[in-house]
């Protein structure tokens, strides 16, 4: 069973930066994919950006260009880097992980909240 905790949020300005981790409480490296899922208030959890196995990432339209995923498989760990942050980007973040490409997310951390105010 996999354990993620997810760490580094809080509440901020609007175009101000945080930057989120994800710790694993074992090997990430054998999973398809890492991901970043949100949910803000009253509507329905959605990905943020995954990283694959191979390094391959994407994003969801509304963060291209102002957020990074990126992982450290020694480190058992995955970030986000989130720059420009807008008021529409509050949410509570998760961090999940993914065994087979196309399937359902597999662990779930428990989420951290993320505020940026205008």
């Known amino acids: 069973q996999l354990q993620l905790v997810e760490s580094g949020g809080g509440l901020v300005q609007a175009g101000e930066s945080l930057r989120l981790s994800c710790a694993a409480s074992?090997?990430?490296?054998?999973?398809?994919?890492m991901g970043w899922l949100r949910q803000a208030p009253g509507k329905q959890r959605s990905l943020v950006a995954a990283?694959?196995?191979?390094?391959?990432?994407n994003y969801a339209g509304p963060v291209k260009d102002r957020f990074t995923i990126s992982r450290d498989d020694a480190e058992n760990t995955v970030y986000l880097q989130m720059n420009s942050l807008k008021p529409e980007d509050t949410a509570v973040y998760f961090c999940?992980?993914?065994?087979?490409?196309?399937?359902?997310?597999?662990?779930w951390g428990r989420g951290t909240q993320v505020t940026v105010s205008s």
């Open positions: 074992g090997r990430i490296s054998g999973f398809n994919a």
């Open positions: 999940a992980a993914q065994f087979y490409a196309g399937s359902h997310w597999d662990y």
């Open positions: 990283i694959l196995d191979d390094g391959r990432t």
